[in-house]
């Protein structure tokens, strides 16, 4: 009897150990999934086809978190510090930089796992971020709304037939560099970027809007309620695809941006270091100057025609170093919305 009992306690033990296995085997299926972290722009415009074929060779599904800013995936990257809901975070190099020097946020890149990173430019790399494009911060402008229809220099939109008609990126958005290009316009830098908060005053009446996120001025850059957009290249783009017709330019001075990827601690590294060899590769990278407008960062892949006729002018482009940006931002933006009325 006694025998019998302990056979019957051997398989029900049996038994419910090959339940566990059976309802793990699902959960462990579930967990080949990463979350990004991106705009919502990036991922309708660029990454969500691009996404499906990386599930399809990889079998990783691809999930989404949205965030309006850089500035607003830090916070969320912070708010989330030791659980991450997502995997990968989509952000600019110098928000990267900032998160890069808080402890706990970012894993470093397994430049060993990533048999794209040697193929990257120069300047689209550091320890835990890896450049997804470029692009020139310039002036997108509807040329059947603007004087003369044509643009040519920042100096054009302090001048006449811009009221009310200039959509400008806040400090928080670009990081500061409307900031920039008018300290340097103003005799200053970005050491002393006095003069340009003062030369920002005198824009006051032909900004129709300080804008925070890209689809806001988008949207009224399509609708005509302003003529020109402060921004970066991949507007072209995805206004073309609405039907309305912009142009470019990209005057001295001439920020150039990276943006890109990196990798947040949470226990799926491995995951995310795939989907981050995939978006540095020369496949996706094609796709990203021909598709998106932007500069492609792989050595490898040329830029397409049309993002090389947006580009500065030999001479005319310009980089401001990040940590001292990152230092220094919430100094500028304090006397940019004590100036600017914000």
Same mark, same amino acid.
């Given at each position: ?58 079998? !990783? ?218 978006? !540095? ?62």
């Amino acid at each position: 009897m006694r025998k019998n009992f302990g056979l019957r306690i051997a398989s029900s033990l049996l038994g419910v150990l090959a339940g566990a296995a059976l309802l793990a085997a699902p959960a462990a299926a579930q967990e080949k999934k990463i979350t990004l972290l991106i705009w919502s722009s990036t991922w309708n415009g660029l990454i969500k086809p691009l996404a499906a074929q990386f599930t399809k060779d990889t079998g !990783i599904a691809v999930d989404i978190e949205v965030e309006a800013s850089s500035m607003e995936g830090l916070v969320k990257v912070q708010a989330m510090r030791g659980k991450p809901t997502a995997d990968v975070w989509f952000t600019a190099q110098g928000v990267a930089e900032r998160a890069a020097s808080d402890p706990g946020l970012l894993a470093p890149m397994p430049i060993d796992k990533l048999s794209n990173w040697k193929d990257i430019i120069p300047g689209g790399t550091s320890p835990t971020f890896a450049a997804a494009y470029y692009y020139p911060f310039g002036i997108v402008y509807r040329p059947d709304l603007v004087p003369g229809g044509k643009i040519s220099s920042w100096e054009e939109l302090w001048g006449a037939g811009f009221e009310n008609k200039l959509a400008l990126p806040a400090p928080s958005f670009f990081s500061g560099r409307m900031i920039l290009v008018s300290a340097l316009l103003a005799g200053g830098s970005i050491d002393n970027v006095d003069p340009g908060i003062e030369k920002l005053k005198k824009i006051k009446k032909n900004a129709a809007f300080w804008f925070t996120s890209d689809p806001q001025a988008r949207k009224a850059l399509a609708q005509g309620e302003v003529s020109v957009m402060v921004t970066s290249s991949s507007t072209v783009k995805t206004l073309a695809d609405q039907g309305v017709t912009v142009k470019m330019v990209s005057p001295k001075p001439a920020p150039i941006i990276f943006e890109g990827v990196t990798i947040l601690k949470g226990g799926k590294e491995d995951l995310a270091a795939q989907f981050v060899n995939y978006v !540095i590769s020369q496949q996706w990278q094609k796709t990203i100057t021909e598709v998106w407008n932007m500069g492609p960062v792989n050595k490898n892949v040329p830029p397409a025609g049309k993002f090389a006729d947006v580009l500065p002018k030999d001479g005319d482009a310009v980089t401001f170093n990040e940590t001292t940006i990152n230092e220094r931002l919430a100094g500028w933006t304090e006397k940019f919305n004590q100036a600017i009325g914000q």
